[in-house]
């Protein structure tokens, strides 16, 4: 949904960033303007529900951190947007961390679903990431931050936890509005995508002040994109070997994203295995 910039200032003000919201505009976009966009140009990789099941996966996977190496040589970080591991077991996930280390960048995670023991243990995930459940980080001039939007096991009509809600409140201002954001998630908080959480609203209402212009999701397997504003929210195919998309479509694979001047643009790269 594209902005009206003919809204004043003053009534900008007045209504706040829920009452923009409502009204469909995303206010960190107005309140970028008057910023300066950030120089630094860099890429990294997006990728989403790897669904590591087996031994059989890590042959698999190896071959998809080579060819991510391939197709983005001068990639400097990875997204991994959860659903890591099949069932959550500290052998999957360890393989998985193994497998993506071999990309030679950051590797960045959140938690999915399939990343728990059971609705109260994600002690596995924990423990092969540490201090990667609500967490920010900064590269080229960009906020980066990954949230868990999981509520335990569950795959449909979740709700994103206090934990995360009260963690945003605590952390948002102590960052720059103005900057280039960019959030990751495991569940999709885009308008009307399936399996969206039921208070993805309340989410999106506490970046209404910030310049965010990328939110990646996953969970649900396949190619969808919403906008608030400018800022567009996307789901992708998953990049599993046992795992299909919901969307019918065969191809797996990852997004190659690519900042620069403040914006990001991307592409699909498809994994084709054998290669």
């Known amino acids: 949904m594209g902005m009206n910039r003919s809204i004043s200032r003053r009534k900008m003000l007045r209504l706040g960033g829920a009452g923009l919201v409502g009204l469909g505009f995303w206010p960190g976009q107005i309140f970028a303007e008057a910023t300066a966009t950030s120089s630094d140009e860099f890429s990294f990789i997006a990728v989403n529900d790897l669904h590591y099941l087996e031994p059989a996966c890590r042959p698999w996977f190896d071959q998809v951190v080579r060819q991510m190496k391939t197709s983005a040589p001068k990639a400097e970080f990875c997204l991994l947007g959860g659903d890591l591991a099949d069932n959550g077991t500290i052998e999957q996930l360890t393989e998985v961390r193994d497998a993506f280390a071999n990309l030679g960048i950051p590797v960045h995670t959140v938690v999915g679903n399939h990343d728990h023991l059971s609705d ?61 954001t960019i959030v990751f998630t495991h569940f999709p908080l885009g308008e009307s995508v399936p399996m969206r959480p039921l208070n993805a609203d309340v989410v999106l209402q506490r970046f209404a002040h910030f310049n965010v ?63």
């Open 120 to 180: 109260t243990d994600r002690s596995a995930y924990e423990r092969i990431f540490p201090e990667q459940i609500n967490y920010r980080f900064e590269h080229g001039g960009w906020q980066v931050i990954g949230l868990d939007s999981s509520e335990g096991t569950k795959s449909v009509e979740t709700i994103v936890s206090d934990a995360t809600l009260s963690w945003l409140d605590h952390n948002l201002p102590k960052l720059e509005a103005r900057k280039p």
């Open 213 to 275: 212009q990328a939110m990646f999701s996953g969970h649900f397997h396949g190619f969808t994109e919403r906008y608030e504003g400018d800022a567009s929210l996307t789901t992708d195919r998953c990049c599993a070997r046992v795992r299909n998309n919901h969307d019918g479509t065969k191809e797996k694979g990852w997004f190659l994203c690519e900042a620069s001047g403040g914006c990001l643009s991307r592409q699909f790269v498809e994994f084709r295995p054998g290669l």
